[in-house]
T-cell receptor, first 114, second 115 residues
Framework: GNSVTQMEGPVTLSEEAFLTINCTYT??????LFWYVQYPGEGLQLLLK???ADDKGSNKGFEATYRKETTSFHLEKGSVQVSDSAVYFC?????????????WGLGTSLAVNP | SAVISQKPSRDICQRGTSLTIQCQVD?????MFWYRQQPGQSLTLIAT?????????ESGFVIDKFPISRPNLTFSTLTVSNMSPEDSSIYLC????????????FGQGTRLTVV
């Protein structure tokens, strides 16, 4: 079945450091891929997405490229800020068929220190 | 996009009681989803609620414990019945929107503590 494997946290970085959070997936068909972010005390919100191979999703300085050959969707940011401290979730959905559930990674907690 | 209002935002309940969580969406949606997020863990889908039909429950979740109502295309409720401390969790309502793939929007969640 479909699954998402996400880099374990917590990740602690200094401000302006480079961030990578790894995400790989297993899926049949052609899934869409997502990164969601959960800031402290808030609900989840979509950070970025990619719906087909080689698409790059980007938002708020974060980027992730849909790599079909490596079944990956790693999240990157060149220079993190304290305000990026949050939990990040990788997720996929299968566009085809009747299964429209989202499959979630376990989440990676990021703490950015000033 | 979709804006979701969920209430209550938090509650502390006695074991053996029940709590009903409400989810209101600002637009009509076909499917609404209820998730549980236990401390430090990822999201677990409880059930999918379609208007006009019974909810579809995931493995490990049953209607007697988590009855769901879906009276119209903008509203749903989840009841956590006969609560125990193990039910302490964040419960999230979600809807999908977007022309391609599945893009989920979430309410702010209900933080439930059972004592």
């Amino acid at each position: 079945g479909n699954s998402v494997t996400q880099m374990e946290g917590p990740v602690t970085l200094s401000e302006e450091a480079f961030l990578t959070i790894n995400c790989t997936y297993t899926a049949t068909g052609y899934p869409s891929l997502f990164w969601y972010v959960q800031y402290p005390g808030e609900g989840l919100q979509l950070l970025l997405k990619a719906t087909k191979a080689d698409d790059k999703g980007s938002n708020k300085g974060f980027e992730a490229t849909y790599r079909k050959e490596t079944t990956s969707f790693h999240l990157e940011k060149g220079s993190v800020q304290v305000s990026d401290s949050a939990v990040y979730f990788c997720a996929l959905s299968d566009r085809g068929g009747n299964n429209r559930k989202l499959i979630w990674g376990l989440g990676t907690s990021l703490a950015v220190n000033p | 996009s979709a804006v979701i209002s969920q209430k209550p935002s938090r509650d502390i309940c006695q074991r053996g009681t029940s709590l009903t969580i409400q989810c209101q969406v600002d637009s009509q949606v076909t499917m609404m989803f209820w998730y549980r997020q236990q401390p430090g863990q990822s999201l677990t889908l409880i059930a999918t609620a379609n208007q006009g039909s019974e909810a579809t429950y995931e493995s490990g979740f049953v209607i007697d414990k988590f009855p769901i109502s879906r009276p119209n295309l903008t509203f749903s409720t989840l009841t956590v019945s006969n609560m125990s401390p193990e039910d302490s969790s964040i419960y999230l309502c979600s809807v999908e929107a977007g022309a391609r793939g599945t893009e989920a929007f979430f309410g702010q969640g209900t933080r439930l503590t059972v004592v």
